[in-house]
C-alpha cells in the first residue's frame, strides 16, 4: 500500500522560510511523478510544483511560487521536498504531497492526474 506522510509545516513570519516533507512508501516516488498542491480556506486546491520521474528531471512551478520554492527529491530516502523562501501571508494554506503513477491522465498541474495524496501539513504565515 502506497502512503505518503507530509511534515514540516508551521507557524512563520513573513520573508521566512520552511522546507517540507514528503515521506512515501512503498512502490513509489522514484518511478513517480510527485506534486505539491496547497489550499487555502476558502479557496480550491491549487497546483504548487511537480517534479517528474527520476528519469525525466523536469521541474514545474506555479506563477505564484516560481523563484521563492524549490521542489527536489531524495530517492534514496524515498522522500520529496518543498523548500519555501520568502514567505507570503497569502501563502497560507493546508500542503498536500501528491503521487502520479501514471495511471490518471490529466495535465501536470491537474489533481486528477494524482492518484495518491497525503494528509497534509498546515503552513501560516503571519504579516
Known amino acids: 500500500q502506497v502512503q505518503l506522510v507530509e511534515s514540516g509545516g508551521g507557524l512563520v513570519q513573513a520573508g521566512g522560510s520552511l522546507r517540507l516533507s514528503c515521506a512515501a512508501s512503498?512502490?513509489?516516488?522514484?518511478?513517480?511523478?510527485m506534486g505539491w498542491f496547497r489550499q487555502a480556506p476558502g479557496k480550491e486546491r491549487e497546483f504548487v510544483a511537480r517534479?517528474?520521474?527520476?528519469?525525466?528531471?523536469?521541474?514545474y512551478y506555479a506563477d505564484s511560487v516560481e523563484g521563492r520554492f524549490t521542489i527536489s527529491r531524495d530517492n534514496a530516502k524515498n522522500t520529496v521536498y518543498l523548500q519555501m523562501n520568502g514567505l507570503k501571508p497569502e501563502d497560507t494554506a493546508v500542503y498536500y504531497c501528491?503521487?502520479?503513477?501514471?495511471?490518471?491522465?490529466?495535465?501536470?498541474?491537474?489533481?486528477?492526474?494524482?492518484?495518491?495524496w497525503g494528509q497534509g501539513t498546515q503552513v501560516t504565515v503571519s504579516s
Open positions: 501528491a503521487a502520479d503513477r501514471g495511471q490518471s491522465g490529466g495535465v501536470y498541474y491537474s489533481q486528477s492526474r494524482y492518484d495518491v
Open positions: 517534479i517528474s520521474r527520476r528519469s525525466e528531471g523536469f521541474l
Open positions: 512503498g512502490r513509489t516516488s522514484s518511478n513517480s511523478g
